[in-house]
């Protein structure tokens, strides 16, 4: 479809870079139940990706793949131009992935501060001695830290509540403090298991406008996966879509619209 | 002038605050493997009797698995013939005490992430009496001093200062000055503890893990480390409570039975809270001695030191079952 290497202008007119992940043949089982089946699919610098498909049609699946928490048992993992080996979470997200979760992974007994700041764990570089000691380069990591953490918070308008513990906001503000969290991170690909599922339309409106502006201002790429079908094509410059594990559509928003098994998938089919 | 009897009251008071300080340190062990992994740590008591006679196995230069040695080659060894400082062998022994974590970490709980609380729990009662087996075989299982240069005895600072509060047969506080040593150290370890665990990388990282798992993998911690590091550290309090118990009373087997006294310290304390520890452990030693003093002695034929810090505990489960600081149990429906 396009050279690998090469920026393209997508029909919104946007610019989007060249390949930065790539999945090839991915094939995921559980014991005897495929979840993905050998899916193949690319995510280029600076896009806003988007995985869709019904209930169970293993989305959450290929973004635990990218982000280490499942390991496939064929295809490989792309990123940067090399293959990737089989990572743990932990060593993925220092390679400057971050991600949330369907159900919130949030530290339920700090602030909300305590939280987007465990997003710096790993630009922290000084060792414990120093940091005991607690001057000269410790403090100036930690103040040069603090700084990106104030300006996450501010970007995503959850100053009001930098104080309060995670475990007493309500449901749309964990989705925006889990969002600040992965941003502090500073990652270069950020992976978001439905960010508005759950959410009324003001605040699907306002996390909308949230991922724009990430993508806008700190050229950030993103992975979601989301349910809501008209947020997606707003927001996604191209889309996947799966249904049992299996691609069935991957392109634009408007040439997957009017894909006849996307279509069959989401409104079912006839059968006579 | 006080009349004499409640003067000696003071003084059970501020030895009983003293004894608790002791206690404390074994339960700051308990409390922060089970803060970060969600492990009742019984091989907690244990662990200071293995730092203990390390320590002193360490310093008296002694051949490690000697009778071991000797049973299978027919040899005759039992010492190097040199001695160690105790401030070399103490960095020594927590060297130990660090490898020992990554062992505990890699051979067992490793395979058993995600298990129920309950198995965890019945791993580490096997890890505790492997423990004391083994350190059993690598050091011998003879009641051993350990003099790491700590003063003790009464203090006579102490002891004059305050004769002038009695008659003429009073003749001031008696304090060991082992307890007092003991009672800096833990306030030392515990702003230590305290200030790592707020203020550093690693000891985010701790606290993130004892949060939430999935989140602290996602934003790039390594559990596995962290779980070595928060054994480690127990390893280093229980070295630091092993010093303290073996200088006071010999490195010898019943030193791992101090660790059930740490249960009703925890038990008042809460489990998860570092000040709990201590001042839960306060309140047992002065309870227990304040109770023999005042009641058990006069009244119940004596020696209630044994079974009070475990009635006030039940007591205290009754009225308030997450401890003075713990996390509070709210059950949602």
Redesign the interface.
């Known amino acids: 479809m396009f050279d690998q290497a090469e920026s393209f202008v997508t029909p919104d007119g946007r610019t989007i870079g060249a390949v930065m992940m790539e999945m090839k043949n991915i094939t995921l089982r559980f014991g005897g139940v495929v979840a993905i089946k050998d899916i193949s699919f690319d995510v280029r610098e600076g896009e806003i990706r988007a995985i869709i498909g019904p209930n169970g049609a293993g989305k959450s699946s290929m973004l635990n793949v990218i982000?280490g928490?499942y390991h496939p048992q064929e295809g490989e993992v792309w990123y940067k131009g090399a293959r990737r080996p089989e990572m743990?979470?932990?060593?993925v997200?220092?390679q400057g992935i971050?991600?949330?979760?369907q159900n919130i992974?949030?530290?339920?007994?700090?602030s909300v501060l305590?939280n987007v700041?465990?997003?710096r764990?790993?630009h922290?570089k000084?060792g414990?001695l120093s940091?005991?000691i607690?001057y000269g380069k410790a403090e100036r990591e930690e103040t040069e830290n603090r700084a990106v953490v104030e300006r996450v918070i501010d970007f995503l308008e959850i100053q009001h509540i930098r104080k309060t513990p995670v475990s007493r906001l309500p449901y749309g503000l964990k989705k925006r403090v889990e969002l600040a969290?992965?941003l502090a991170?500073d990652p270069k690909l950020l992976l978001l298991d439905e960010p508005m599922a759950g959410m009324n339309v003001e605040e699907k409106e306002d996390m909308s406008r949230f991922i724009l502006d990430v993508n806008d201002e700190f050229g950030t790429t993103i992975v979601l996966i989301e349910h809501d079908m008209g947020v997606v094509m707003d927001l996604s410059d191209r889309v996947v879509v799966m249904d049992y594990g299996k691609k069935i559509g991957d392109g634009p928003p408007d040439e997957v619209r009017n894909n006849q098994a996307v279509i069959d998938a989401y409104l079912g089919v006839a059968h006579d | 002038m006080f009349p004499d009897q409640f003067l000696f009251g003071v003084e059970v008071l501020l030895n009983g605050l003293m004894a608790g300080v002791l206690y404390a340190l074994v339960a700051l062990g308990f409390v922060l493997i089970f803060k970060a992994s969600g492990i009742f740590n019984y091989a907690q008591g244990v662990m200071a009797l293995f730092a203990a006679l390390t320590l002193v196995g360490i310093m008296d230069g002694q051949v490690p698995f000697s009778h071991l040695i000797n049973a299978l080659f027919g040899t005759d060894v039992h010492h190097f013939g040199w001695h160690v400082p105790a401030f070399a062998a103490i960095l020594l022994a927590m060297a130990v005490m660090v490898g020992l974590a990554w062992m505990v970490q890699h051979f067992i709980f490793r395979h058993l992430v995600g298990q129920e609380p309950i198995i965890l729990f019945m791993a580490t009662i096997g890890l505790a009496y492997f423990m004391e087996g083994f350190g059993d075989m690598m050091w011998g299982s003879d009641i051993k001093k350990l003099d790491v240069g700590i003063p003790q005895g009464g203090s006579f600072w102490i002891e004059e200062a305050t004769a002038f509060l009695g008659g003429s047969n009073f003749y001031g506080f008696f304090i060991d000055q082992l307890d007092i040593v003991a009672a800096v150290v833990a306030v030392v370890l515990v702003i230590l503890l305290v200030?790592?665990a707020q203020?550093?990388?690693?000891g985010?990282?701790m606290?993130?893990v004892?949060?939430?798992h999935?989140?602290?993998?996602?934003?790039?911690?390594?559990?596995s480390f962290i779980w070595v590091l928060v054994w480690s550290l127990a390893g280093f309090v229980a070295l630091v409570a092993g010093i303290m118990w073996g200088a006071k009373s010999g490195v010898q087997f019943s030193l791992s039975l101090i660790a059930l006294k740490a249960l009703p310290v925890l038990m008042l304390g809460g489990f998860t809270s570092i000040p709990g520890a201590i001042v839960g452990g306060l309140i047992v030693g002065v309870g227990e001695k304040l109770f023999e003093f005042l009641i058990g002695a006069p009244f119940l034929g004596g020696a209630t030191e044994n079974w009070f810090a475990y009635m006030l505990a039940l007591v205290f489960l009754v009225f308030r079952p997450q401890g003075l600081f713990g996390?509070k149990i709210i059950e949602r429906v």
């Open positions: 982000s928490f743990k979470p932990f060593e997200a220092r971050a991600r949330t979760f992974a949030l530290f339920e007994g700090m305590d700041m465990t997003g764990l790993n922290m000084t414990i940091q005991a607690w969290r992965a991170a | 200030s790592f203020y550093t990388k690693q985010r990282a606290r993130a004892a949060d939430d999935q989140a602290a993998l996602s934003v790039g911690i390594s559990l996390e």
